[in-house]
């Protein structure tokens, strides 16, 4: 919904948050009503590359034309939140810093850590995008300033300039890390402490996190600050949050700290906006920028996840599973032997080009098909040099002159123009305009449709509705489905739904714990520390959520955290009612939605169950699915045959007692508990002792909750 369809509602005290996506083109802006989720203002400039103030520029821009255009007064703005290509792109560049490490251990293990925290001898940075120095600090005594004061300087003189701290057991025992960050302040330097990027064991892919980490630092200070100064100097004092890889957002005070955490931010950002605004349950989300088209799979209400790899580096940093395939809407073609050898990777944008199909008809008229390379070591590129200037062929240029895109589109462009540049092109293939453009188009589709294949392929699916979002959907999106044989729907606010996205985003904290022996006690404390830390970025405790998962094959414990800067009420409007929650609940559980009933319901959590016949060998069994979503519409619990309980502490833990008794369980099962405030796996949990002081532990409150027993 956009501001013409504001006015009903404008007569209310608005809670305002501003999403703005930093594209690799276009800067775009959004305002939004948190509560009844209508669109207040939006604002589209280029982004900013060539800045002084790089990008931050841009960000600064797009957000001063909403507060002057919308009448939108400072007081009512509840947080900013903005996406960023910062650290991404300096990795991918290799725009890094070298970074001193200060690897620790006791004497005995010198040699092994040594060997482990090396990260300069060709294997484990065997493309050398990473520049390092290291030293290494006994801890079989108490180290001093001085030892460490004397280390950091010589990383120095060799060239680093920020440093990375990381010791064995660091994660259990940060005391020496955090010492040594303390003396690298102190010196003026960044500085990196393995067990903040990670709290699980390894130490080689913490300290290559850490380093990647690290080689951005002094670049997203900057850009950090350059953002934050330009937003306060507007009179602007409401938090200002960033855009993370996992669909959160979290402080710029992190992103300072922890800028790797940002990869893949603004691909995220489009994901979240598909979940968040357009509560799409299954599907592939295709996003068609101007630079890049961003591809995601969601599946039951969330995307799925992996672990981050840069240019080869593996890390312990968890990201939506984008796809992020480098043609667009405004990416350039290349002509080779009469013929479209490829489109992109080079947009008009970066060229600096104009699109011809917004060229005058009359100047094309005037052109002829010329070569170019917009920067230095492109490929060369097809253009149309006219008496006006130079004009780029892009795919959007190419979909107009084929007639594709509607009326009212953000791509619509100039029809007329657009066939011009394609008969130009075309005499210069020996074509017609029409197979020009065609080719183009195909040329592009070819790799997003290899992309999505990819996909299924990878999450074994035999197909799903494509959603097209991005100023570009209608170019490329529409053209894959039909070539896939999938349905096809365009995205509201399709041109802003990445900057939707990023205003809707929560505040999130996620934290992999090592736990070989996963006991209550430790589980609890660990989600207290997430509490804490999501508390600390801005968070109010009322409005924190938290689910966890033990993952016994790595036996790690991931912990996820939830919350809001405010509270939302319950008219909110990205919180689901309670039919819209059965709804989704059904599909998942492919059951009719008539059949899901209401199991539990709390402050934060909904949980849904359903009776379903499933066909067997010998005839059918009738399983009882059980899911649990959170209020905003995301599974946490998905069970296909559960034993539910529900009640007070005494009823609870009676009944999940007396179950285990009448079924003498030689493996525990799986067990789940949801309350008021927690969704957790306690499947870790292989004792039916710690299971039941578990349970009993997270009700003794004194109010209701759920356990399901997984009997799948």
Do not use: W
């Not at 060369?380 to 007639?403: F, K, P, Q, S």
């Amino acid at each position: 919904m956009d501001g013409t369809d504001h006015a009903a509602g404008a007569r209310h005290t608005r809670r305002v948050r501003v999403g703005i996506d930093v594209g690799g083109t276009f800067t775009k802006a959004v305002a939004m009503d948190a509560t009844t989720g209508y669109m207040v203002a939006k604002s589209t400039v280029p982004t900013t590359h060539g800045s002084e103030k790089g990008v931050s520029a841009g960000i600064v821009e797009a957000l001063g034309n909403i507060l002057s255009e919308s009448g939108i007064r400072l007081d009512e703005i509840e947080a900013i939140s903005h996406s960023t290509t910062q650290a991404i792109n300096a990795l991918l560049e290799a725009d890094v810093h070298k970074v001193g490490i200060v690897s620790m251990g006791v004497g005995p293990t010198k040699k092994d850590v040594v060997k482990r925290t090396r990260l300069d001898d060709g294997k484990t940075d065997a493309g050398k995008s990473l520049k390092t120095c290291h030293t290494f600090l006994d801890t079989s005594h108490l180290i001093t300033k001085e030892e460490v004061g004397e280390a950091i300087g010589a990383l120095r003189g060799e060239g680093a300039e920020a440093i990375v701290a990381t010791e064995a057991f660091g994660v259990d025992d940060p005391s020496n890390e955090l010492f040594v960050m303390n003396e690298a302040a102190k010196a003026g330097m960044p500085s990196t402490a393995s067990h903040e990027i990670s709290g699980i064991y390894g130490l080689e892919i913490r300290t290559l996190t850490s380093v990647i980490n690290a080689s951005v630092l002094p670049k997203t200070l900057q850009v950090a600050n350059f953002v934050e100064e330009g937003i306060r100097r507007m009179g602007v004092a409401s938090p200002l949050m960033v855009m993370k890889g996992d669909g959160g957002v979290t402080s710029m005070d992190t992103f300072r700290t922890k800028p790797i955490l940002t990869i893949l931010s603004g691909p995220a950002a489009s994901v979240a906006g598909a979940l968040l605004h357009l509560r799409i349950t299954n599907g592939i989300f295709i996003e068609v920028g101007g630079t890049s088209t961003n591809i995601c799979v969601i599946r039951n209400g969330k995307p799925e996840f992996r672990y981050v790899t840069i240019r080869d580096h593996p890390t312990c940093i968890r990201s939506m599973d984008v796809r992020i395939v480098g043609v667009a809407g405004g990416s350039m073609a290349r002509l080779s032997g009469g013929r479209i050898s490829a489109v992109g990777p080079r947009s008009a944008h970066i060229a600096g080009l104009k699109y011809s199909c917004f060229a005058d008809p009359r100047d094309l008229e005037t052109g002829r098909i010329v070569s170019v390379r917009p920067k230095e070591g492109d490929e060369e590129y097809a253009c149309i040099r006219c008496d006006g200037g130079t004009y780029a062929i892009t795919n959007t240029c190419a979909a107009n002159a084929l007639e594709m895109i509607d009326d009212g589109d953000y791509s619509l462009a100039n029809t007329e123009s657009a066939k011009i540049s394609m008969r130009k092109l075309g005499e210069e293939m020996g074509v017609s305009y029409f197979e020009a453009a065609q080719s183009i188009i195909q040329t592009s589709s070819f790799e997003i449709m290899k992309t999505v294949t990819r996909i299924l392929k990878d999450y074994k699916m035999d197909s799903a509705e494509i959603i097209g979002g991005g100023g570009g959907a209608s170019v490329l999106a529409p053209f894959v489905a039909k070539q896939t044989g999938a349905p096809y729907r365009k995205a509201e606010q399709a041109e802003v739904i990445s900057s939707v996205g990023v205003a809707l985003s929560m505040l999130q904290e996620e934290q992999e714990v090592s736990m070989v022996d996963p006991t209550p006690e430790k589980i609890s404390r660990e989600h207290n520390r997430v509490l804490a830390a999501l508390v600390d970025k801005g968070a109010i405790p009322e409005s924190v959520a938290i689910d966890s998962k033990f993952i016994p094959d790595k036996g790690i414990l991931r912990i996820t955290a939830v919350g809001n800067v405010e509270m939302d009420g319950g008219a909110a409007k990205n919180i689901f009612t309670q039919d819209e929650a059965r709804g989704r609940a059904a599909e998942i559980m492919g059951a009719d939605p008539d059949a899901a009933e209401l199991i539990f319901k709390s402050d934060h959590y909904l949980v849904f169950g359903a009776r379903v016949r499933e066909k067997r060998l010998l005839g059918k069994k009738e399983k009882r699915r059980v899911v649990a979503l959170d209020i905003f519409g995301r599974p946490k619990v998905s069970i296909r045959n559960g034993e539910v309980f529900c009640g007070d502490q005494k009823t609870v833990t009676g009944s999940l007692d007396a179950f285990f008794d009448s079924k003498h369980f030689g493996i525990m099962p799986g067990v789940y508990l949801v309350n008021s405030l927690k969704a957790m796996d306690f499947s870790g949990l292989t004792s039916r002792s710690h299971i039941m002081a578990a349970v009993s532990g997270e009700l003794a409150d004194g109010g209701d909750g759920m356990v399901v027993v997984d009997m799948s």
